[in-house]
């Protein structure tokens, strides 16, 4: 992760940070400029002069999300000499401990895309997407050799169904949690999701 450095730098990224705590607090719809600023601990002009719109606030914000989840899952990394089947076991239950230690940021996570599609700035939904699917692909890569090894569009689509059923397991935590119920959907996904590896290999 990169550090700031100069004055600027670190007022950016306090702003950032103050914009995370407050769309924790109250929604994408419910933070306004001046709510991050007063979260901040910055003048709302010094807010605007490192971001000229609420969008490209947001985009940084993305941005830092995406970065938290990249080094989380740095450092629950795969072991080099894991299979397939132990590298999605082990992608799937460290995502897992880090979405359910961070649950008011997952729900940012999906207002965020929820407020691009409505305001009509599709990429940020896409740009997010493609974040988090490249994280899971770059992940499997790990474990991607030998002779079952899968092709880079297989290796992408397995992504997509990983990430497909963590985005459905999320929601259903979020909606009615129950971390038992959602212990047995990672497992079930665990055994899905090598299955769908072993398909795709042939």
């Not at 914009?19 to 419910?30: D, E, H, P, W």
């Not at 092709?151 to 929601?171: K, W």
Request: charged share 25%.
């Amino acid at each position: 992760m990169n550090k700031p450095t100069t004055k600027s730098d670190l007022t950016r990224a306090q702003i950032i940070e103050g914009a995370l705590r407050a769309l924790s607090k109250t929604g994408v719809i419910g933070t306004t400029t001046r709510k991050i600023a007063a979260e901040a601990g910055v003048r709302l002009a010094t807010l605007h002069y490192h971001f000229d719109s609420k969008s490209a606030l947001l985009v940084a914000v993305l941005e830092k999300l995406i970065e938290q989840i990249a080094e989380r899952m740095h450092q629950d990394r795969v072991a080099e000499d894991a299979d397939m089947d132990q590298c999605i076991e082990q992608l799937l239950r460290g995502s897992w401990r880090a979405i359910a230690q961070t649950k008011a940021i997952q729900i940012v996570h999906y207002e965020l895309t929820l407020y691009a599609l409505r305001e009509g700035i599709q990429w940020l939904a896409e740009r997010q997407y493609e974040a988090y699917l490249r994280l899971y692909r770059d992940r499997l890569a790990v474990a991607n050799r030998g002779s079952n090894q899968l092709s880079a569009a297989a290796c992408t689509a397995l992504a997509r169904f990983i990430l497909a059923g963590i985005d459905g397991l999320i929601l259903q935590e979020l909606a009615k949690p129950s971390a038992e119920r959602s212990r047995r959907g990672i497992d079930a996904l665990v055994t899905a999701a090598q299955a769908y590896a072993r398909q795709l290999a042939q």
